[in-house]
């Protein structure tokens, strides 16, 4: 499973675990801090937040850039590539 904000591994277990309505809902932590639920239900499993579509995020560094940047404002690394 990856992070659905920076795209990374995720490689720990939940930090915890409930039922909300039909879901069983684990909250994960990935190695950036960044935090997210993953809802598994009979027929449907989603993560809140959504997985991003990774526009502005650099591969070289991890970081989350502002949608329009075409340049990491971390590394430099050139975003997209």
Same mark, same amino acid.
């Given at each position: 499973?990856?992070?659905?904000?920076? &795209?990374?591994?995720?490689?720990?277990?939940?930090?915890?675990?409930?039922? $909300?309505?039909?879901? !069983?809902? @684990?909250? %994960?932590?990935?190695?950036? &801090?960044?935090?997210?639920?993953?809802?598994?239900?009979?027929?449907?499993? $989603?993560?809140?937040? !959504?997985? @991003?579509? %990774?526009?502005?995020?650099?591969?070289?560094?991890?970081?989350?850039?502002?949608?329009?940047?075409?340049?990491?404002?971390?590394?430099?690394?050139?975003?997209?590539?």
């Amino acid at each position: 499973m990856n992070c659905p904000r920076c &795209g990374s591994p995720i490689s720990t277990p939940p930090e915890r675990e409930w039922n $909300f309505q039909k879901y !069983r809902v @684990s909250r %994960f932590r990935c190695d950036n &801090g960044d935090k997210f639920n993953l809802y598994a239900g009979a027929t449907k499993t $989603f993560t809140i937040p !959504r997985p @991003s579509n %990774f526009k502005g995020f650099c591969e070289n560094c991890k970081t989350q850039n502002p949608d329009h940047a075409v340049y990491c404002k971390n590394c430099g690394t050139k975003l997209g590539s």
